[in-house]
C-alpha cells in the first residue's frame, strides 16, 4: 500500500480520486491548498503528490521546490484546467512526473499514478521560466491534442536528441521546432530554419557544410556552413523529404557523428548542433520508393512528434482566432470582437490550410471590420476555403469527382495489395496528365509549372523522373 497526497481546491476532485485511489489500496489523504498541503507532507512521509496549478494563495507550481524539500524524490503529478505550452514546461523542468490537464479520465490518472509509484526515477530539477505562453511561442489550443502536443515538447526541449515533427501544411511544424529550442539549453543560442526544399541538389552541400577556397569556379575563400554557423544552437531543417537522395548519407553522418567536411576539404570539422527535422510529406511512402534512407529516417526520428490538423481540434478555433485578432490589432483583441455568427461559421469551415489559413482569414477580417465586431461576412468567401456546402460529392469539385471515380474505376482489383499500392496506383493514373496539362500551359517551363502546382521545382522534376517524363 502506498500513501498519496491529492491538492486540489475542488472538492469533488478530491473526494473522487481519493475514492478511487482508495478503492486501488492506496492511503490517500487530501489538501485544499499548498499550504495545507505542506503541512501535511511534514508530518508524515508520502510515495507521490497530486498537485493543483491553481490553488488559493500559493500556486501548486511555485510551492513545487517546497513539496521536493518534505517529499524527496517521490513523484509529483500535476493537474489543472488551464493548460498551456508554459505550465507544462514548467512543471516538468521543476520535476513533475507527469502533467493532467482537468478533465481527465480516472482510468487514465491512475495508471499515471501506477506507473509514478512503479518509478525509479528520481524527480528531475531544472530552472524556473519567466511566464512567457502563446505570446513567446505562437502555439496556442487548450484541446486534448494540444496538452498531448503540451507534453511532448516538455519532455523532449530539455535533451538534445533530434526531433522529427510531422504535420500538414500550416500546422506550425516550425512553431514547434521554435518552442523546442527556446525551453531547451540552447535557447539562448541561434535558431536556424533551413528550408531544403528551397535550395537547388547542387547547392545543397555547400549550403549546410560550407566549402574551401578553390574548391569550385568562384569559390574565392573559404566559407563556412549552415550547420557551422549554428554553432551551439538548434538547425530545423525543414521539408527533409526534399533532400535528394545522393546528400542523405552525408546529412546522416553530420548527425550521427556531429561533423561536417566542407565541399573540397578532405577534413572533416566538428560542429555542436541540435537537429530538427520537418516535413509534411510521407516519409515512410518515400522509404518504400527508395526516395528517403531508413538509416536516415530513424536516426531523425528519435522522438516523433505529429501536429493534429485544425480539423480534429475545432475547439481550438475561438481561442486561436482570438489570439490573431490581437496579434492583427492589440487595441482591440477582446472576446466581443467575435459575434456567436461568426464563431458558428469559423467552426462551420473545413481551413483545409489548417491554422495558417484561419490567421490570414482573421487577419482580413480585421481590416474589413475597421474597428467593428467581426462579421460573417467579413471572412473570405467560404470558397476559398472549400467549405462542404460550395463543393461537390465528398466534398470535391463535380468535375474533379467524377474524374477521380473514373481514375479509380480504371485500377485493377488490389487483390493482395495494401492500401498504400492502391494510393501508388491511383496516383500513376492521375499525376502524369495532370503534369502534361499544366506543363503545355506554361510552354515547358518547370518553375512555373512547379509554382502553379504548388510544389517546389526539384520534386517536380523527381516525379517527372519517375514517369519516365523528363
Known amino acids: 500500500m502506498s500513501r498519496v497526497l491529492i491538492v486540489d481546491d475542488e472538492a469533488s476532485i478530491c473526494w473522487a480520486f481519493g475514492e478511487y485511489l482508495g478503492d486501488l489500496g492506496h492511503d490517500v489523504a487530501v489538501a485544499s491548498s499548498a499550504e495545507e498541503g505542506l503541512d501535511a507532507a511534514r508530518s508524515g512521509p508520502f510515495d507521490a503528490v497530486v498537485l493543483d496549478v491553481r490553488l488559493p494563495g500559493m500556486d501548486g507550481l511555485t510551492a513545487?521546490?517546497?513539496?521536493?524539500?518534505?517529499?524527496?524524490?517521490?513523484?509529483?503529478?500535476?493537474?489543472?484546467?488551464?493548460?498551456?505550452?508554459?505550465?507544462?514546461?514548467?512543471?516538468?523542468?521543476?520535476?513533475?512526473?507527469?502533467?493532467?490537464?482537468?478533465?481527465?479520465?480516472?482510468?487514465?490518472?491512475?495508471?499515471?499514478?501506477?506507473r509514478a509509484l512503479e518509478s525509479a526515477e528520481p524527480g528531475r530539477k531544472g530552472r524556473a521560466k519567466d511566464d512567457e505562453g502563446p505570446a513567446r511561442t505562437g502555439l496556442v489550443g487548450s484541446s486534448p491534442p494540444m496538452q498531448a502536443l503540451f507534453k511532448q515538447i516538455a519532455l523532449v526541449a530539455p535533451t538534445d536528441?533530434?526531433?522529427?515533427?510531422?504535420?500538414?501544411?500550416?500546422?506550425?511544424?516550425?512553431?514547434?521546432?521554435?518552442?523546442?529550442?527556446?525551453?531547451?539549453?540552447?535557447?539562448?543560442?541561434?535558431f536556424l530554419p533551413v528550408c531544403?526544399?528551397?535550395?537547388?541538389?547542387?547547392?545543397?552541400?555547400?549550403?549546410?557544410?560550407?566549402?574551401?577556397?578553390?574548391?569550385?569556379?568562384?569559390?574565392?575563400?573559404?566559407?563556412?556552413?549552415?550547420?557551422?554557423?549554428?554553432?551551439?544552437?538548434?538547425?530545423?531543417?525543414?521539408?527533409?523529404?526534399?533532400?535528394?537522395?545522393?546528400?542523405?548519407?552525408?546529412?546522416?553522418?553530420?548527425?550521427?557523428?556531429?561533423e561536417v567536411t566542407p565541399v573540397g576539404d578532405a577534413r572533416p570539422r566538428g560542429i555542436d548542433v541540435r537537429f530538427l527535422a520537418a516535413t509534411n510529406r510521407p516519409l515512410h511512402r518515400l522509404m518504400a520508393d527508395n526516395q528517403f534512407r531508413e538509416d536516415l529516417y530513424f536516426r531523425l526520428s528519435v522522438f516523433p512528434i505529429h501536429i493534429p490538423p485544425l480539423r480534429d481540434r475545432p475547439e481550438d478555433i475561438p481561442e486561436l482566432a482570438r489570439h490573431f485578432i490581437a496579434l492583427a490589432d492589440p487595441s482591440r483583441g477582446r472576446a466581443a470582437d467575435l459575434r456567436p455568427d461568426t464563431l458558428a461559421e469559423l467552426r462551420r469551415r473545413p481551413w483545409t490550410g489548417n491554422v495558417r489559413e484561419l490567421r490570414n482569414a482573421i487577419e482580413r477580417a480585421v481590416i474589413l471590420?475597421?474597428?467593428?465586431?467581426?462579421?460573417?461576412?467579413?471572412?473570405p468567401p467560404a470558397a476559398a476555403s472549400l467549405a462542404p456546402e460550395s463543393a461537390g460529392v465528398d466534398g470535391l469539385d463535380p468535375a474533379i469527382a467524377r474524374w477521380t471515380e473514373a481514375a479509380l474505376a480504371a485500377l485493377p482489383d488490389p487483390d493482395a495489395e495494401g492500401?498504400?499500392?492502391?494510393?501508388?496506383?491511383?496516383?500513376?493514373?492521375?499525376?502524369?496528365?495532370?503534369?502534361?496539362?499544366?506543363?503545355?500551359?506554361?510552354?515547358?517551363?518547370?518553375?512555373?509549372?512547379?509554382?502553379r502546382i504548388g510544389i517546389h521545382r526539384g520534386t517536380l522534376r523527381q516525379k517527372l523522373r519517375r514517369y519516365g517524363m523528363e
Do not use: W
Open 64 to 114: 513545487m521546490p517546497a513539496f521536493r524539500e518534505r517529499i524527496g524524490d517521490a513523484p509529483i503529478i500535476v493537474i489543472t484546467a488551464f493548460g498551456s505550452l508554459d505550465t507544462a514546461v514548467r512543471a516538468m523542468e521543476a520535476g513533475a512526473f507527469d502533467y493532467l490537464v482537468k478533465p481527465f479520465d480516472l482510468d487514465e490518472a491512475g495508471a499515471v499514478v501506477r
Open 161 to 190: 536528441v533530434p526531433v522529427l515533427i510531422t504535420g500538414e501544411s500550416g500546422t506550425g511544424k516550425e512553431l514547434v521546432a521554435r518552442a523546442i529550442h527556446q525551453n531547451g539549453p540552447r535557447g539562448a543560442r541561434t
Open 369 to 379: 471590420a475597421r474597428g467593428c465586431p467581426i462579421l460573417p461576412e467579413h471572412l
Open 196 to 258: 531544403l526544399a528551397a535550395l537547388s541538389p547542387g547547392l545543397v552541400e555547400g549550403e549546410l557544410f560550407g566549402h574551401v577556397r578553390g574548391s569550385f569556379t568562384g569559390a574565392s575563400q573559404d566559407r563556412k556552413g549552415l550547420l557551422e554557423l549554428a554553432a551551439g544552437g538548434t538547425v530545423l531543417l525543414d521539408e527533409i523529404g526534399d533532400v535528394p537522395l545522393g546528400m542523405q548519407v552525408k546529412l546522416l553522418r553530420a548527425i550521427e557523428h556531429r
Open 419 to 451: 492500401a498504400d499500392s492502391l494510393y501508388d496506383r491511383f496516383l500513376a493514373q492521375v499525376e502524369p496528365p495532370m503534369l502534361r496539362a499544366v506543363l503545355r500551359r506554361e510552354s515547358g517551363n518547370k518553375a512555373l509549372a512547379a509554382q
